[in-house]
């Protein structure tokens, strides 16, 4: 009998996983857990710094590269190169059972880099190429020097995982990067059925930021605005899906995709739920539909199986989703300048977790010294 993830799959829906550690690797827990229907990895500097930083998984590793380098950032990239080695190992079998379509593992490259074209473009080939792995996809946020470098990497024949996208605007020009990198690419010759981008639109957050701007407007005498709880974030996602699904099946995509082009599916991150009053799976239930990705961290996965009810809701209701958009408007919430100021503070929040990590692991490495 299939699990509630499995059942998920045969609606369309890839499920993969927001986390990743040394100890699950070596213990089989990863494997395990690839098993029960995950298809893929994803992983941030916030997850290796609590898996690194909060551990010991890591400490005869470091020892052991101490031995041939004291630069602590080359011991850091040599602590992740493993770990998502390792994953994109474990998931080959899926990358190859559906022809590049699922089994990937992401890397995010320095997020100091997210506003550097240039260094984003070559911070990602580099660690590709290190990499050495089919299934790896470079996480690069969608800045508007990172939706530049999406159309260079793409065009160069890099898999990327396009993290940090808030607003509608941006997925615009995320989409488009993808189309424009996958036209130069064919025309050049590549191979454009050997690439792969998923764009991540984080959720939760946006209903985190949206949910705090109503209570106070509730708080100033507001009476009107509490069926607006929570449904921003949906809202987005809903619409956005809207968006994928009409440019995904227009003709300058067509010509692609009969090609060997694959789409550029909507992935739902920051998908576990922030505020105790909604449902635990909110971010799920609500966002399951053909061609998408919902990355989910353990917890996520864990309620899910126990209480999960899978079945197809990312295409229902797009005209409430414009309904709620407009009441947002029509209230004096600007959508626009909380999904900017959310890309600022998620590269930020990514910028310092990343500060911290190599931080920690040169304290691990003092440790070690006699």
Do not use: C
């Not at 615009?172 to 690419?185: F, H, N, T």
């Not at 947002?328 to 930020?348: A, C, F, H, Q």
């Amino acid at each position: 009998m299939s699990n509630s993830i499995q059942q998920i799959q045969t609606l369309g829906q890839s499920v993969w996983y927001d986390n990743i550690h040394r100890g699950q690797i070596k213990s089989g827990e990863l494997k395990r857990i690839i098993d029960s229907g995950i298809t893929g990895l994803t992983s941030n500097p916030t997850i290796f710094d609590k898996a690194i930083s909060e551990s010991t998984d890591y400490d005869d590793s470091i020892l052991a590269l101490m031995k041939n380098t004291t630069d602590v950032n080359a011991v850091y990239e040599s602590l992740v190169i493993e770990d998502i080695r390792s994953a994109a190992d474990l998931l080959y079998p899926i990358y190859s059972r559906t022809n590049g379509f699922d089994g990937y593992a992401s890397l995010e490259v320095n997020p100091h880099l997210a506003y550097d074209t240039k260094s984003t473009v070559d911070e990602a080939k580099r660690l590709f190429f290190k990499l050495d792995r089919p299934n790896i996809m470079m996480k690069v946020p969608a800045t508007p020097q990172g939706i530049d470098a999406v159309q260079q990497l793409i065009s160069k024949g890099i898999n990327v995982n396009v993290t940090l996208t808030f607003s509608l605007e941006a997925y615009q020009g995320v989409r488009m990067a993808y189309i424009k990198g996958l036209e130069e690419l064919y025309s050049s010759g590549g191979d454009i059925a050997n690439i792969s981008s998923v764009a991540s639109f984080f959720v939760s957050r946006l209903d985190t930021a949206v949910d705090g701007l109503l209570q106070q407007l509730i708080d100033e005498g507001a009476t009107d605005v509490n069926a607006l709880f929570g449904k921003a974030a949906i809202a987005n996602a809903k619409l956005a899906y809207r968006d994928f699904a009409r440019d995904f099946a227009a003709d300058r995509f067509m010509i692609l995709q009969s090609n060997g082009a694959k789409p550029q599916r909507p992935l739902w991150a920051s998908t576990s739920t922030k505020n105790p009053n909604y449902r635990d799976v909110l971010y799920v239930e609500s966002l399951i539909g053909h061609n998408t990705v919902n990355t989910m961290p353990p917890s996520t996965i864990s309620a899910f199986l126990d209480h999960g009810r899978p079945s197809i809701s990312i295409d229902k209701q797009a005209e409430e989703a414009e309904y709620i958009f407009d009441s947002l408007k029509s209230n004096g919430i600007d959508m626009n300048r909380i999904t900017d100021e959310l890309l600022v503070d998620g590269v930020n929040l990514f910028a310092d977790s990343y500060d911290k990590l190599i931080k920690n692991i040169e304290q691990k490495m003092g440790n070690q010294l006699p």
